[in-house]
């Protein structure tokens, strides 16, 4: 960790600064009354989440699935079209909130000051930090991004990358110059999948969680084609869609059997400003 994360989080419980100690395996609060500890886990991420979330978050067969397709680099295009808007657009510290296995946040850490990321799902956030272990200016915790465990104005941009929009909470991390690229499917996106898996196949409708009160400085189309010839890749990528918990038993067999198939993929970058 460097200066710049460790000042940016905040203790979830009371609201202190931390400090790092224990050899920088731990951080410790600054609180007067009790210093809240969190250790740092043998794989380098932190767990900032209650109790009532310890079970939340993706399962480890779903981070498996993501992983693996991800590191196969169809979605390449996507992650550098955001590390470009990074290095176009943000200065200082980046949140990456909702970082999932961190494919995203680890370009990022190629481009920025220092990259925090955040999801509820343990495995992923464990995943994160095995991919980014050696680097110093990445961190990865357990919390969610609705109240994530940071001071007011501490970043310079935060990164949402098919996630939901916590509008409100990214602008009150957000410096005055602060922006947020947020990154959402298309109206094409994965049509070719969803054609070879069911009998009627819509285009996606807009995202309806956009910030309403945010500048748009640009919005970028990254647009291309993707063929998939192995069951086990095609299903991975429909696990990591938000069909995999609606589709029915008779469509789920298509996919069982489904070998070959070439989708586009169609998503949107957009850069806001604060």
């Known amino acids: 960790m460097n200066e710049i994360m460790i000042n ?23 609180c007067e009354r009790k210093r809240h500890c969190y250790d740092l886990s043998s794989s380098g991420y932190v767990n900032f989440a209650p109790p009532s ?19 196969g680099g169809a979605y390449a295009p996507i992650r550098d079209a955001v590390s470009d808007a990074v290095k ?14 961190g494919y995203y946040s680890s370009a990022l850490a190629n481009v920025a000051d220092g990259v925090i990321g955040f999801d509820l799902s343990k495995f992923g956030v464990e995943a994160a930090a095995k991919r980014t272990k050696g ?17 007011d104005a501490c970043a310079g941009a935060v990164v949402n990358i098919f996630a939901p929009c916590a509008t409100e909470e990214f602008k009150r991390v957000l ?18 999948l969803k054609q070879a898996i069911y009998e009627t196949a819509y285009e996606n409708d807009g995202r309806e969680d956009m910030p ?18 192995d069951n086990e890749t095609i299903a991975n990528l429909f696990s990591m869609t938000p069909y995999y918990y609606r589709t029915g038993e008779q469509d789920r067999e298509k996919l069982r059997h489904l070998e070959y198939v070439t989708t ?4 949107f970058v957009r850069v806001y400003k604060k």
Request: include cysteine; aromatic fraction near 6%; charge should be negative.
């Open 264 to 267: 586009p993929v169609d998503v």
């Open 88 to 101: 176009h657009y943000a200065e200082g510290l980046v949140i990456d909130a909702g970082c999932g296995e």
């Open 175 to 192: 410096n005055d110059d602060g922006i947020l690229i947020a990154v959402g499917a298309g109206k094409d996106h994965l049509l070719g």
């Open 212 to 229: 309403p009160d945010m500048t748009l400085l640009e919005e970028k189309s990254v647009s291309y084609e993707i063929t998939l010839s």
């Open 53 to 71: 979330q310890s079970h939340s978050g993706d399962s480890k067969e779903a981070v498996r699935a993501r992983t693996s397709f991800l590191d």
């Open 135 to 151: 680097k110093t200016n990445a961190l990865f915790a357990v919390a969610g991004i609705y109240d994530m465990p940071l001071f």
């Open 8 to 30: 940016a989080l905040r203790c979830p419980v009371c609201g202190a600064a931390f400090e790092v100690g224990n050899g920088g395996r731990s951080l410790l609060c600054l």
